[in-house]
């Protein structure tokens, strides 16, 4: 496990999946029920962006650094207020510590972490959180050892693996099969890299080949993508997305697009409910 996201956090790839995490965890918030989350790849929570591992790659430069001078008014601002509110600009919070930020005393936030020092790092974040959990666990295992969730009938699954490793796509679509067993009404959000399209293109074809139904996925390039060498772009897969979010994801991706000067953004239903 060689991958540490300190590396990169706060690049445009971040920027894209948390103001879409915020959005999505916001549309739980509409109902009084408790909602869960799991974050199953979940990092060290909290990143210093004047640290030696941000300092060397520079990448948050071009992602939230860029973003300092946004709009009250910007679809991004709820984001970029629990930015805020985390230590930023100089300290960025990951997807766990967002997620913290939004839940109320019935919600809980289950957090999965395999590499021992990050998790260590994410425990002692969440030490004084009461409806937090960190384990440090295999994200696919997690799936069969913490779902369903014993204490609430909603939730979210976010899946962000580091694409180390040489068949990531195929356990995230491996994966997804066992969350929509395990928790049917999860609301599952799946990250990728968009290097270059014939990859994404054969884990679409996983997912219908699979039977899965509605599927949305919101995607950022910065580049087009042809050097598979690169991260070009990255997408983010939502199944079962919540009434209104399409929209939203829309709205956040056109400003995002705009304001970091992407090549492109979209967000398309890539199968019907
Ligand atoms: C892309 S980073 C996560 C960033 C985080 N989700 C965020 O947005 O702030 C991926 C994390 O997954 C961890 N990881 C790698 N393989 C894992 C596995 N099989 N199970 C759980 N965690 C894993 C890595 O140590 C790394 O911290």
Redesign the pocket.
């Known amino acids: 496990?060689n991958?540490?996201?300190a590396y990169?956090?706060g690049n445009f790839a971040?920027c894209m999946?948390?103001a879409l995490?915020v959005s999505l965890i916001g549309t739980f918030l509409r109902k009084p029920t408790p909602f869960m989350v799991l974050?199953?790849?979940?990092?060290?929570?909290r990143?210093d962006l004047q640290g030696p591992e941000a300092e060397k790659t520079g990448e948050w430069k071009d992602g939230i650094g860029r973003l300092e001078h946004e709009n009250p008014e910007s679809p991004l601002a709820p984001w970029l207020e629990l930015v805020r509110k985390a230590g930023g600009p100089r300290f960025y919070?990951?997807?766990?510590?967002?997620a913290s930020l939004m839940l109320r005393p019935q919600d809980q936030l289950i957090c999965?972490?395999?590499?021992p020092e990050?998790?260590r790092a994410l425990y002692r974040l969440f030490a004084r959180t009461p409806n937090v959990q960190v384990h440090e666990?295999?994200?696919?295992?997690?799936l069969r050892a913490l779902l369903p969730p014993a204490q609430a009938r909603r939730g979210l699954v976010?899946m962000?693996?580091?694409?180390?490793?040489p068949g990531e796509f195929e356990?995230l679509a491996e994966g997804l099969q066992t969350i929509q067993t395990r928790f049917a009404p999860a609301v599952v959000a799946l990250?990728y890299p968009i290097k270059h399209r014939t990859p994404v293109h054969a884990f679409e074809n996983a997912l219908k080949d699979a039977g899965t139904r509605d599927v949305l996925k919101a995607e950022l390039l910065m580049r087009p993508p042809h050097d598979p060498e690169r991260l070009n772009g990255s997408g983010l897969m939502v199944i079962k997305p919540p009434y209104g979010f399409a929209q939203e994801a829309q709205a956040l991706l056109t400003r995002l697009g705009t304001t970091l000067g992407a090549y492109e953004s979209a967000v398309t239903t890539l199968i019907p409910e």
Do not use: N, Q
């Not at 974050?39 to 929570?45: E, Q």
């Not at 666990?137 to 997690?142: F, L, N, P, T």
């Not at 962000?160 to 490793?165: I, L, N, Q, R, S």
């Open positions: 496990m991958y540490r996201h990169h956090a971040d999946k948390h995490l974050d199953t790849h979940a990092g060290i929570g990143y919070p990951g997807s766990p510590l967002l999965c972490e395999k590499h990050d998790k666990r295999d994200a696919y295992e997690s976010l962000d693996p580091p694409f180390e490793e356990r990250w």
